[in-house]
């Protein structure tokens, strides 16, 4: 046990763990979407799918209740220890520089930790607004509990809720470009000879979470998406 807790003190198990719950983040988002996208074979199908998640989740290896909740929990987890070892690592840079500069010099890759750090802020608001507009409808007056396509369509009616999902959406696409580039260079599965190719499956993963679930305000606000 002192072995582990010393691994997690140490800046390079903070990076692991960020790594390894980035991956199981990724490949949640990823299947999310796919599953969003289900919206464009109608009502039915979304709603069968979504109430095939509350009920039926696991079966037949687990029950479906409890499949369901060791998703949730895996989920909640991972969440807590990527943002939790990401404020450590923060200040342990921040601690690592205790001294200002007269004159300070803006790198890419300290622009992009900038922009990797407000963006999981924007992310974080992100999934707070989403449980409350899609899960809970406390943030949705006209919401129906089990109709998703309903629910989905009222809610990117709103244009600027719409707009919030699509600005989120770039922050994430940021956020798992970087992210999921990372990890492979923090798990010592990077380098020169498979640069490139770790770049070109972080940004697929990126681009098609982004687009993926892009599409779906968008065709609401376009009028392709309807609850007739």
């Known amino acids: 046990m002192s072995g582990i807790v010393r691994f997690y003190r140490a800046s390079i198990g903070k990076k692991v763990i960020m790594a390894v719950t980035g991956i199981i983040l990724s490949a949640y988002v990823f299947v999310h979407m796919i599953g ?36 949730r929990i895996v989920l909640l987890v991972a969440v807590g220890l990527h943002v939790v070892t990401g404020v450590q690592l923060w200040l342990m840079a921040r601690a690592g520089k205790p001294v200002g500069y007269t004159q300070k010099k803006v790198v890419p890759a300290t622009y992009l930790a900038q922009m990797m750090r407000l963006g999981g802020i924007l992310i974080g608001l992100f999934i707070v607004y989403h449980i409350l507009h899609f899960t809970t409808g406390s943030a949705l007056p006209e919401f129906v509990y089990g109709d998703v396509y309903h629910n989905v369509i009222v809610g990117f009616r709103n244009p600027l809720a719409s707009l919030f999902y699509l600005a989120a959406l770039a922050a994430l696409g940021v956020h798992l470009f970087h992210g999921d580039w990372s990890l492979f260079q923090t798990l010592g599965l990077n380098n020169r000879k498979y640069d490139m190719v770790w770049r070109a499956v972080s940004a697929f993963i990126a681009v098609a979470v982004v687009i993926g679930n892009a599409l779906i305000p968008i065709a609401v606000l376009a009028g392709f998406l309807t609850l007739t």
Not at 39 to 49: D, I, M, P, R
Not at 51 to 58: A, D, S, V, Y
């Open 36 to 71: 969003n996208l289900k919206v464009f074979a109608g009502a039915e199908a979304l709603n069968h799918y979504a109430e095939w998640l509350r009920e039926g989740m696991g079966e037949p290896i687990l029950m479906p209740y409890q499949g369901l909740w060791i998703a």
